[in-house]
């Protein structure tokens, strides 16, 4: 090796720049063999690390089955120190994954009922030991081979990095995840941030690295570009080859220089590969043999185990000469290759029956530890070719992933045992059961819903058969599929499930909640009657309320007022404060409802309080849904400041999860036609009412379908304004669900009046009033009034509107409503008019609908209305002045929340706070969050009120 480092001076200062300054976050970018460990190495020999903890992991391309390796790994370097570190009682969860260190560690807290909210106290639990540690220097090296776990822990960590620790990262490229990539760009103020991409070295300094290597002032030229060409600059290569040279006596010293002998006669090759095979060649037959083992082994391991898979071949004196040589390296008590490269060299050499016996050696060396590396064993053990062996140890392997939350290794395992393994129907049926629960705990419900449909058409039990049904029906609903299909499953589902009356409460309530064109909508409550009657046999509070909240979304859904003694009943239960998973999930089934049936205020403290569940901050799923929804609230009930770019914060999360994309592209289509954006709002618009109308979403399509008429009726497209209302009288017509149409009742009356339809739209209005009669639909009255008065020409009606939707917390509604009537009285030369207008454009300026207001702004030129002189900013034209969200931000700040905690306490993305705080920091000159205490108090917003 190199004994100093050459072409890094830059890369170097930068980090040392990170130790010395943290909060900090370095990830190091580059190829493999480009030099990224030994830059980061170099580190630790710089005095300014002196008095820093270095703890450092990596992580490997065979991975074990526990989630967050290279972290774990990093934080065990700690070792019998953590006995004299300031921990609290959460580092107690880290016990079952470092046993090796659970004496020193506080006790375990109780256990909970929630894998998802156990995952989160880990992640606590490092983030505390972290804490402890500081000031601390954390490398993670390798992260293109990072699992989920630990991408997502690395996201969890640097959204609110603690102050004396500075992060390393490395990685490949070309092979990184979006989620390692994303955790280090959207970083919290106050932390440094340097991204090094590590290119290969020029010819220069490839000279400058052989005269390190071979100790002299210079080599020649000509050798410099010899060597460059062949290696193309990559650090590591140079090294080999260089070895490689040596050993041959292909160098030669000329006066005060290196060179070469005759050109043509010396082949040096141009990678790593034939220099490393060369090299071995040349070590005695046990070294070689050894060579051969790690190579098949890949990750470092115990002397013992080497020696094993290698059949004891040349001994300790066989080890120490592949170690003397530079291929292998001691790292404490473990020996592997000094570069993963060399390693895959030397592997792609054996024949097959040779890697056979290796890969079967090295699975029955590894099975004699304690504890077992199943990962590693499964791993083995298939590339052995002992396929049934390797089943069982994968589905071991695949258990103990579940048991410690990490179920997207689960769900790997898993998926390649049905595939590939040579089982019987029995057995492939029950692990496909294991891999359908899995894939639901994760964003992965897609990607196996057709390897489950494969095994349904093995020849299975009955209750497996039931339970294997019942999971693809719930993966198709998750990723918004066939719901004809769905029904057919759960219904099928329910007659072989008599002895799991849990799955047969879930699988009722599956045909609850999946629409039926055959079926009346309101015959889905009889199903979930029957979920109900079902949980009363089971002693379960989770299944309880998840049931209720089902029942409740439904009886919202067909405007029933059993909701609120059904979500009375779910919130006794919870107390109005979910921690797990279901209950989350119950309060975000009867908030989105609730959104969508017009009771905003319901729905705002559902989703909210779902939001704040313990269980929900480390479920990805669960929280995306839960945002999705409440930011269809937050557009209902005029909350619009920051809504927008919430909005597309969430776009990327629900890509592939279709029930809340379309809650957040409706939202921000919505937005857009408010704010001008016409024709992405048409886009945006049109998209979710086919999707809706796709899915089965009965209830959004009012809402959807309307706002895409009125897109295209403000583009004078009659003739496309009428079509959009037909497809909703379709699905109207389809599904008899009636309670969300007062999103959409008065624009379709106004698209009929303008194409001169007016008996379509009268009545289209009474059948509306009929069908509507009895039910629990809070915008019934405002949204007939509007109709009726815009048919009759009574702005009275109109204005009676306009303070229903004031009641319903609908300020934008209400605003159209005053518009309405506005015109209606000024044609009729009524001063009130003038009044109502402005009211109308008062609310639209509050929200910056910037589209509303001009058009309102014409027609009170039109008619000579004076209005107040617009405040040109818009919504966040506050100068020098904090906004109000801005002031809560602040304040909340200032009290010593975090980033993430900030977010979680106003419901929006930690970016969003980001954005406002620097904002706060600009406007008040802050120079700490400390300082934010004293300079708030002299700060005030743009109403006058004190910050």
């Known amino acids: 090796m190199s004994p100093t480092l050459v072409g890094r001076v830059e890369e170097l200062a930068t980090l040392v720049a990170a130790v010395t300054g943290p909060p900090a976050v370095v990830s190091v970018e580059g190829e493999a063999g480009v030099g990224k460990t030994r830059l980061v190495s170099e580190l630790f020999g710089r005095p300014e690390v002196t008095g820093r903890r270095v703890l450092r992991g990596r992580c490997h391309r065979f991975r074990e089955s526990f989630p967050l390796g290279p972290v774990i790994e990093a934080v065990r370097g700690i070792g019998e120190e953590l006995r004299g570190l300031p921990l609290s009682g959460v580092a107690g969860a880290l016990r079952p994954l470092l046993p090796e260190l659970a004496e020193v560690l506080p006790a375990a807290p109780d256990p909970l009922d929630d894998r998802v909210a156990e995952r989160h106290r880990v992640f606590r639990g490092l983030t505390d030991v972290l804490v402890a540690a500081c000031p601390a220097v954390l490398v993670l090296e390798d992260l293109h081979w990072a699992e989920e776990q630990t991408a997502d822990f690395l996201a969890y960590l640097l959204g609110d990095p603690p102050p004396g620790l500075t992060v390393v990262l490395t990685y490949r490229g070309e092979e990184v995840s979006a989620t390692v990539r994303a955790s280090t760009i ?4 106050g932390t440094s941030q340097a991204h090094l991409v590590l290119a290969p070295l020029d010819q220069g300094e490839t000279g400058a690295m052989a005269t390190a290597i071979l100790d002299t002032d210079r080599v020649s030229e000509e050798f410099a570009r010899y060597l460059w060409e062949r290696t193309s600059g990559l650090p590591f290569a140079v090294e080999e080859v260089l070895a490689l040279v040596r050993e041959r006596g292909s ?23 034939d220099s490393t095979l060369e090299r071995i060649a040349r070590l005695p037959v046990g070294a070689q043999r050894l060579a051969e083992a790690a190579a098949v082994l890949q990750t470092p391991v115990a002397l013992p185990v080497l020696l094993s898979v290698a059949e004891d071949a040349g001994g300790i004196e066989g080890l120490e000469e592949a170690v003397g040589s530079g291929l292998l390296t001691e790292d404490g008590e473990a020996f592997g290759f000094r570069h993963g490269l060399s390693a895959q060299a030397v592997y792609e050499t054996l024949s097959g029956p040779r890697r056979r016996e290796l890969h079967g050696r090295a699975a029955d060396a590894l099975r004699a530890l304690d504890p077992v590396p199943l990962g590693q064993v499964a791993h083995h053990l298939r590339q052995a070719g002992r396929l049934d062996e390797w089943a069982v140890a994968a589905e071991q392997a695949a258990g103990q992933a579940v048991a410690l939350g990490h179920e997207d290794e689960a769900v790997r395992l898993l998926a390649e045992v049905v595939r590939h393994a040579p089982t019987t129907g029995e057995r492939r049926g029950r692990v496909a059961v294991k891999l359908g629960w899995a894939a639901l705990d994760t964003l992965r419900a897609r990607e196996v819903i057709a390897l489950l449909d494969r095994v349904l058409d093995d020849d299975l039990a009955g209750p497996v058969r039931g339970e294997l049904r019942f999971l693809v029906a719930v993966a198709l609903g998750q990723a918004g599929q066939d719901p004809a299909r769905q029904r057919e499953l759960f219904r099928a589902a329910v007659g072989e499930l008599q002895d799991r009356p849990d799955l047969r409460a879930w699988a009722l309530v599956g045909l609850g909640v999946t629409p039926s064109p055959d079926e009346p909508i309101r015959e889905n409550v009889q199903w979930l009657s029957r979920a109900l009657e079902v949980v009363d046999e ?38 109005g404060s979910p921690q797990q998973r279901r209950e989350a999930n119950a309060h975000y089934s009867v908030g989105v409802s609730a959104c969508y049936a017009g009771h905003f205020d319901v729905a705002e403290s559902m989703l909210t309080s779902g939001l704040r569940a313990s269980a929900v901050q480390q479920n990805r799923r669960l929280e995306v ?17 920051g809504l927008r770019g919430e909005v597309d914060d969430l776009l990327a999360d629900v890509a592939h999860y279709a029930p809340s994309r379309m809650d957040v592209e409706l939202a921000g289509g919505s937005l857009d036609l408010a704010y001008g954006a016409v024709d992405q709002a048409e886009e945006r618009l049109r998209r979710v009412t086919e999707l809706a109308v796709e899915i089965g979403a009965y209830e959004a399509v009012p809402a959807a379908a309307g706002g895409w008429a009125r897109v295209a009726l403000a583009r004078g497209d009659t003739r496309g304004a009428l079509q959009c209302v037909r497809l909703l009288l379709d699905e109207l017509d389809k599904w008899g669900c009636w309670p969300s149409i007062g999103w959409a009742l008065p624009s379709a009356v106004e698209v009929w009046m303008a194409a001169g339809e007016h008996g379509e739209a009268r009545r289209f209005t009474e ?19 509007y109709a009726r008065g815009v048919l009759d020409g009574d702005a009275d009606d109109v204005l009676a509107a306009a303070v229903d939707y004031r009641n319903a917390s609908a300020p934008y509604e209400m605003a159209r409503a005053h518009e309405r009537a506005a015109g209606l009285l000024l044609e009729g030369g009524d001063s009130r008019g003038g009044s109502a207008l402005r009211e109308a454009v008062a609310v639209y300026e509050r929200l ?8 309102a702004a014409g027609v009170a030129r039109w008619h000579g209305v004076a209005l107040p002189a617009r405040h040109r900013g818009g919504r966040q034209g506050y100068g020098a002045e ?14 010593g929340r975090t980033n993430k905690e900030i977010a979680q306490a106003l419901f929006v993305s930690t970016k969003t706070v980001e954005k406002h705080l620097v904002a706060v920091m600009r406007k008040l000159q802050a120079r700490s969050r400390r300082e934010l205490v004293h300079l708030l108090g002299r700060a005030t917003t743009k109403d006058g009120e004190p910050s």
């Open 186 to 189: 959207r970083l919290p103020p």
């Open 882 to 895: 904090l906004s109000p969200r801005e002031r809560q931000v602040a304040e909340l700040a200032a009290g």
């Open 538 to 575: 089971v002693d379960d509070r989770l299944l309880e309320v998840f049931v209720l909240g089902k029942a409740g979304s439904v009886f919202l859904d067909i405007g029933d007022p059993a909701w609120r003694d059904v979500a009375d009943r779910m919130l006794k239960i919870t107390g």
């Open 625 to 641: 849904m839960l945002r999705s929804g409440l930011a269809l609230a937050r557009y209902c009930r005029g909350n619009w400041d």
């Open 848 to 855: 910056g609908a910037s589209w509303d207001h001009g058009r």
């Open 251 to 273: 160098l030669v010293r000329r006066g005060d220089r290196w060179t070469r002998r005759v050109l043509e006669q010396l082949e040096v090759p141009r990678g790593v590969r």
């Open 767 to 785: 059948w509306v009033e009929r069908e509507l009669r009895d039910l629990d639909v809070p915008l019934a009255s405002a949204a007939l009034r």
